[in-house]
């Protein structure tokens, strides 16, 4: 299997990706709510009493722009393909990625390697560096 070369861009681009991955949940929920239950001013034009004629959307068009949607797919992919990259990870890869992007504070190198017994500081970034490549070759990147 040929090795296909990271850019510096696409690692950052996977990094930021990590940064903002409970953000990136979040939004795949708002962009499906809005779809499933788009907000519409209603304009009541019932005046005589009879049933009122508010269009409905359709099921089948709220699936096709669900399973359409380019900012829910990709979003989507990220997600899965993040999740799969630390699910074939090991313990203290997995917690090196948690602790690096997924705590409430960023911590520095030097504060992770602390906290994970057994690696310097230049065996952290290797690690990570390892698991961003991983991320974004699986995007295509």
Same mark, same amino acid.
């Given at each position: 299997?040929?090795?296909?070369k990271?850019?510096? +861009?696409? @690692?950052?681009? =996977?990094? &930021?990706?990590l940064?903002?991955?409970?953000?990136?949940?979040?939004e795949? /929920? #708002?962009l @499906?709510?809005s779809?499933?239950?788009?907000? @519409?001013?209603?304009?009541? #034009? !019932?005046?005589?009493?009879?049933?009122?004629? =508010?269009?409905?959307? &359709?099921v089948?068009? +709220?699936?096709? +722009?669900?399973?359409?949607?380019?900012?829910? *797919?990709? @979003?989507?992919?990220?997600?899965?393909? *993040?999740? !799969?990259?630390?699910?074939? %990870?090991s313990?203290?890869?997995?917690q090196? *990625?948690?602790?690096?992007?997924?705590? /409430?504070?960023?911590?520095?190198?030097?504060?992770i390697?602390? /906290?994970?017994?057994g690696?310097s #500081? &230049?065996? %952290?970034?290797?690690?990570?560096?390892? *698991?961003? &490549?991983?991320?974004a070759?699986?995007?295509?990147?």
């Open positions: 299997m040929t090795k296909v990271i850019s510096s +861009k696409a @690692r950052q681009h =996977v990094r &930021d990706l940064s903002n991955y409970s953000e990136l949940k979040d795949i /929920k #708002e @499906r709510e779809i499933m239950n788009p907000h @519409r001013e209603e304009i009541d #034009e !019932n005046i005589g009493g009879s049933r009122s004629t =508010v269009q409905k959307f &359709d089948e068009d +709220k699936a096709i +722009k669900l399973a359409s949607h380019e900012q829910i *797919i990709f @979003r989507a992919k990220a997600v899965s393909v *993040i999740d !799969n990259v630390l699910a074939h %990870c313990d203290k890869a997995q090196i *990625i948690e602790l690096k992007y997924f705590s /409430k504070e960023p911590h520095s190198w030097v504060w390697s602390q /906290k994970i017994e690696y #500081e &230049d065996g %952290c970034r290797k690690i990570e560096k390892r *698991i961003v &490549d991983q991320i070759s699986r995007l295509g990147w």
